[in-house]
């Protein structure tokens, strides 16, 4: 799932390309993406789009007139700009919002530019709203999202992990209630720079492990970020380059210590940490083997 960096950088791009352009006319080809009727999708025609920003892990695509399009890509989904129009064969794309006229980006000079919204898989689960602005912050999508953990993560970080009880870190830091952006992805790099157990409870962090995990959030998004300013450029790849240093690296010695990255498997995701400096030698139990032994 494309977390706080990975949709930060889409919209930065999309931003500096789109911002002032003239939307010609849209259409929704993945109908059940559409989540809004009023004010139709078609009320966007004909208008500019003013900002392309980022909140938690969503995006917002301001439109004159006092108009939003909030966008959460989901698993699967990539929003992004093509020099090209979808073929009607195209079965990925969900949404489609036609550009007018040329620009530095639209292959000869022509008005063939579009942003396009494609999810890839089955599960169909990426999804646009088409809000007016001032109903933006209440939609439930936003109102119930905790505040972003860049560019600077909330003061009151402890407070709102000491809220949640003895859950465990892992959880608590993507619960976007809690904290806006950060998925599995990220997690698992925050952890292992903070040196914490993903299993830490929540509410038993002392002052220096608060500080430690602060500043972990704020220079593990800040560096991902920096490396994305230099290597992601339009048009902007359906895989990004994430510099991981444990995620998906079971198996490898730890970048720090060389000790072998360790990893624990879900049922749809895979936690990966380092025992010596995470869990003072530790090897958590797989939950793979678990139910294979039951």
């Known amino acids: 799932m494309p977390e706080l960096p990975e949709v930060e950088i889409t919209a930065r791009r999309l931003h500096e390309a789109l911002a002032g352009a003239e939307i010609e006319s849209t259409m929704a080809p993945g109908i059940n993406a559409l989540k809004t009727f009023d004010p139709p999708l078609h009320a966007l025609d004909g208008r500019t789009i003013e900002d392309i920003r ?4 969503h995006l917002v695509i301001a439109v004159e007139g006092e108009l939003a399009v909030l966008v959460h890509l989901m698993s699967a989904g990539r929003l992004q700009l093509y020099d090209k129009r979808a073929s009607l064969r195209d079965r990925t794309s969900r949404l489609l919002i036609r550009i007018a006229g040329g620009g530095a980006h639209a292959a000869g000079g022509g008005g063939s530019r579009e942003l396009r919204l494609r999810e890839f898989g089955t599960k169909q689960a990426a999804w646009v709203k088409v809000l007016r602005a001032p109903e933006l912050e209440d939609d439930p999508a936003l109102a119930t ?4 953990a860049w560019p600077e993560p909330p003061e009151d970080l402890r407070e709102r992990l000491a809220a949640q009880g003895a859950r465990p870190l892992h959880s608590v830091l993507r619960d976007q209630r809690v904290i806006a952006g950060i998925g599995r992805s990220w997690v698992d790099e925050i952890l292992w720079t903070a040196q914490l157990s993903p299993f830490e409870r929540a509410n038993d962090l002392t002052d220096e492990q608060d500080e430690t995990l602060r500043t972990a959030i704020r220079d593990v998004l800040d ?4 490396h994305y300013e230099e290597v992601v450029q339009l048009p902007i790849p359906d895989k990004l380059p994430l510099p991981l240093q444990v995620h998906r690296h079971q198996g490898e010695p730890c970048p720090r210590c060389g000790t072998t990255i360790e990893a624990v498997h879900y ?7 380092c025992p010596h400096d995470q869990t003072g030698g530790r090897v958590l139990k797989d939950r793979r083997l678990s139910r294979l032994l039951k």
Do not use: A, I, N, Q
């Open 54 to 57: 980022r909140r938690g892990k």
């Open 145 to 148: 999202l905790g505040p972003d």
């Open 223 to 226: 560096g991902t970020l920096r």
């Open 267 to 273: 049922e749809d995701y895979v936690m990966c940490y």
